[in-house]
């Protein structure tokens, strides 16, 4: 068993195991709660953890969890039209209601 990623939001956590299960890494989710180990975190919330169950996977299983967090969220986007700045999680230009 290997620890490969951890993060606070569960829905996270449930994505990349899902992108480890279809390469065939099987893992396994854990809660842990650490307290503000890090400094970071706030005292009380809830950090999940993503395991591998063998070892022997852990190093593929780190290097698809780092492609999927390199990939770029949506940025801000620019309109071909009127050239408003849309935010990204506008599909249509909020001004001239261009697509994006
Ligand atoms: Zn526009």
Known sequence: MKL???HPN???LCSM???LNELGIETEIRNDILGGATG???PGETWVELWVIR???APGASKRINEILKQPERAEWICNSCQETNPPTFDFCWLCHEPC
Do not use: L, M, N
């Open 17 to 19: 195991s899902s992108a």
């Open 4 to 6: 490969v990623y951890s």
């Open 10 to 12: 569960p829905i996270v």
């Open 40 to 42: 970071e975190i706030a």
């Open 55 to 57: 070892d022997d996977k």
